[in-house]
């Protein structure tokens, strides 16, 4: 088994339940590590999309973590729609953004950091997620005069240098789990949405989509150093 910190998750440890954050959302994380047998195996499940994506990747640890990462989402789905993993249709929506044909209402989302994945499902709404380790080192003035709202720079400004940084990183997961909702990415328009983060998660402004009034953040129980957050899409 990889070496894994305190409390944290191994990276070759199976889908992880985590408590729900939300009712109707189920979260998993998982390692992305596996014994080569273990990867050939999860690799018969992929499309053939998927397999011809996976022999773009140049190195083999991201060829290996994109097939764990795929198998596991693919095995999470069939469970939820009473099929065999390989029988799962996933397409590309909105903006690229993935989803589960024929799935009814169901909606997913990912995200991978430091070897690991957090995998997110909900009925009837639209999800994001993100995770970030907890420990990560960045230039954090510079991250939120480029990414945060004007009074997100002014709250932080007013913090410890390591409060900062764990607020900042905080405010990112918000903000990029919202946009993995919507499908924008990086093209959302970060400066102009304004979260806060005390006393729970709120997004407190914003242009459409990104208004308050449709939105819920929470924040999810990862283990260990991680730091993850889920967003609710309610669309009209």
């Not at 994109?66 to 799962?88: F, I, K, M, N, Q």
Request: aromatic letters at 6%; charged letters at 25%.
């Amino acid at each position: 088994m990889n070496a894994a910190g305190p409390d944290e998750l191994p990276r070759d440890a199976g889908p992880m339940p985590l408590p729900s954050p939300l009712p109707g959302v189920d979260v998993w994380m998982c390692g992305l590590a596996r014994a080569p047998d273990e990867v050939r195996a999860l690799a018969a499940s992929l499309s053939a999309a998927e397999a011809a994506r996976t022999a773009r990747f140049g190195r083999d640890d991201l060829r290996e973590r994109y097939v764990v990462g795929r198998a596991t989402l693919r095995a999470l789905l069939g469970a939820r729609l009473g099929c065999a993993p390989a029988e799962v249709v996933i397409g590309r929506g909105e903006r690229g953004r993935p989803y589960a044909v024929d799935a009814g209402g169901l909606d997913f989302n990912v995200s991978h950091t430091a070897g690991v994945a957090l995998i997110a499902v909900a009925n009837d709404v639209r999800i994001g997620v993100d995770i970030e380790r907890g420990d990560r080192q960045l230039n954090v003035d510079g991250v939120a005069r480029k990414f945060m709202a004007p009074d997100e720079q002014r709250r932080l400004g007013a913090l410890a240098q390591d409060a900062r940084r764990r607020a900042l990183l905080r405010l990112w997961t918000c903000k990029e789990a919202m946009s993995k909702a919507t499908g924008d990415a990086l093209a959302a328009p970060f400066r102009r949405m304004s979260v806060a983060i005390d006393g729970g998660l709120r997004l407190a402004n914003g242009p459409a989509p990104y208004r308050p009034d449709a939105w819920r953040l929470e924040a999810v129980a990862a283990p260990g150093a991680f730091l993850a957050t889920v967003a609710l899409w309610h669309r009209d």
